[in-house]
């Protein structure tokens, strides 16, 4: 087939339909020729694929047809039906993706904190590089406790949970980089490492362990998660399998991102906790048992709920109707 030759022929037409499409109001009549004129394209659209595959001219229709479903089909749909799909299969199904990927990046971030504490807080003369000694025992004695409690616990929980959220959404939008979500742990674990090891070396450990694990536990599975979210997208860029690098990276990209929303839901209640829960004189059997519970919770949404909405096919990205027919593939 002349592709030249159709678009000659077929030019009035298929202008016909795009200012059909782009039309605010429509008539009876008027609705009834673009039904006409997108099938009479599509049929064109699908003479253009067979004869010459990829083309100027097919992408041009393709464009033109979208716009007229569009117009045909396109009330947007009822938000109240799209939260629950949302909490209840995308968001779910894009954290279960990622659960082996945040399961390793936990095991380095406590493997790189742990030798950084046990390193610094067995060699005196590095643990003297970080401060005097005076200053050293009173960060140890008071002031690691004294932050948990010298604000107000509203304005202390809303002060992490913005910070630790933007932390959590740096990992996921520029995972692509690939260094990104690395860089952030690694700098998180040292400086807890660092912190554990000043509290070491005033023989105060457990009170650096009783104070991170209400919140933390929540805190820092989240900041896994966000970079395994991260590298995820990254390693859809570097190993697309047989679909393009741009559309690999598109899919994961939708797919991924909603991650980042479902964690600044996750960090604020791990903000409620450190402002709320953590300097309260509670037993610490109880204070440590509400962020092992909360932190239950978050891991069975993922698994539990995740693995189910991932056995429906459901993968954290957009419908085929929200984001257009994907390009098949053989294998």
Known sequence: MDLDALTAARRAEWTRLDELSRSRRLTGAEVDELVDRYRAASADLADAKTSAGRSIQGDHISTMLARARLRLTGAPDNVMRQIPRFF??????ALYRVRWATLVIALGFLAVATVTALWIAGD????????????????AE????????????????????????????QCVLFGITGFWPIMVMVQNAVGVGTAAAVLLSFDRGDVFLLYIAPHGLLELTSLFVAAAAGLSIFWAWVAPGRRTRGESLASAGRSLATIAIG???????????EGFVTAQPWPWAVKIGIGAAALGLFLAYMIVVGGRAHRRGETGDLTEYEAGTPTLVAG
């Open 263 to 273: 964690l600044v839901i996750a960090l604020a209640v791990a903000g409620l906790i």
């Open 142 to 169: 008071s002031d690691f406790t004294d932050y948990y409690s010298e604000n107000h616990p509203a304005a202390f929980a809303g002060t992490v949970w913005t910070n630790n959220a933007w932390i959590a959404v």
């Open 88 to 93: 209840a299969l995308q968001l779910p199904a």
């Open 124 to 139: 005196p003369a590095l643990v003297a590089t970080l401060g005097s000694r005076m200053e050293l025992e009173r960060y």
